[in-house]
């Protein structure tokens, strides 16, 4: 899957949800990778925070398939102060930055 491929299926994901509009958007230069992934939330560590697995988009009409392993990633929409409320099988765009996985996903 080419850089502009992958950017297409991020773009679509950001764009899919509970009706509601959102966007992300990945710049790279030539030759960088991107920085964003698709990820499925497998379980909830704590509070906020959730063990996703990352997922490859295929064909319209096909499940995600996972790949790679669990790693631990903040979920932005929700509050650093009370047990989040995220099912498990939710599907987001995670970002990497600075030292933390961190992904926005509404519950």
Excluded: C
């Amino acid at each position: 899957m080419s850089l502009t491929d992958s950017q297409q299926v991020l773009e679509r994901l950001a764009r899919q949800g509970a009706g509601q509009v959102s966007e992300g958007s990945v710049v790279a230069s030539p030759g960088a990778r991107a920085a964003a992934w698709a990820v499925r939330v497998k379980s909830k560590v704590s509070r906020n925070v959730y063990n996703v697995r990352a997922v490859v988009i295929g064909e319209t009409g096909s499940m995600p398939v996972e790949i790679g392993e669990q790693v631990e990633a903040v979920n932005m929409a929700e509050s650093f102060l009370v047990e989040g409320t995220l099912p498990v099988g939710t599907y987001a765009v995670m970002f990497r930055v600075g030292e933390k996985n961190v992904f926005y996903a509404k519950p």
